[in-house]
Structure formats: C-alpha cells, structure tokens
Nanobody, 120 residues
Framework: QVQLVESGGGLVQAGGSLRLSCAASDSFFSLRRMGWYRQAPGKLRELVADITSGGTTNYVDSVKGRFTISRDNAKKTVYLQMSSLKPEDTAVYSC??????????????WGQGTQVTVSS
C-alpha cells in the first residue's frame, strides 16, 4: 500500500511562511495527481492545491498567490510552499495520492497530516 508522510508543519505568526513536504513510498508516484487538503476543527476538509503528473496545478481561491504546490518525482515528494500565512490557514494539512495515469481527484491514499497553526 502507498504510504504518505507529511512534515513541515508548525506554529507561525501571520505573514510568515512554511513549507510542507509529503514523502511517498509509491511505485506509481510519478503517474498520480497529488493533492494537499486541509481541515480545521469543526469544518469540512477542503482541497487546497493539487498537481497533475505533468505539473499542472490547481488552487483553492483563498490561497492563490500565496501557496505553491510542486513535486519532485525523483524524490517521490510533493511540496506545499505557503507564504503570507493567515490565521484562517490554521488546519491539519494532509496529502493525498490520486489514481495512476488519470486526472482523478479520487484520492485513494492519505497521510496522517501535519498541523499548521497561524497566530494573529
């Protein structure tokens, strides 16, 4: 089974930056859409950003211009560079792995998540 391990979360003041990493143990990593989701307490999980196997990116409107998703297929790692962080970005951030050789946003595998807390 695919294993995904997130890292890089922490506590940061508003306006600061963090880079999240998601390392995958996955033979099909390069063929998958990879996504970052977040979930704040009491709220629904939402897609933050995703990236196709070919490098096409997508972002939720609230993070456009502030977050950048990227991937390194050689390292089997997807990143989320977050800047100009806001308190409303506070959430547990999880990465998900889509289905190989498709543009599917059905994420079959998930990491444990990493906490991002942005103080005012």
């Amino acid at each position: 089974q695919v294993q995904l391990v997130e890292s890089g979360g922490g506590l940061v003041q508003a306006g600061g930056s963090l880079r999240l990493s998601c390392a995958a143990s996955d033979s099909f990593f390069s063929l998958r859409r990879m996504g970052w989701y977040r979930q704040a307490p009491g709220k629904l999980r939402e897609l933050v950003a995703d990236i196709t196997s070919g490098g096409t990116t997508n972002y939720v409107d609230s993070v456009k211009g502030r977050f950048t998703i990227s991937r390194d297929n050689a390292k089997k790692t997807v990143y989320l560079q977050m800047s100009s962080l806001k308190p409303e970005d506070t959430a547990v951030y999880s990465c998900g792995a889509g289905r190989p050789s498709t543009l599917s946003r059905t994420y079959d595998y998930w990491g444990q998540g990493t906490q991002v807390t942005v103080s005012s």
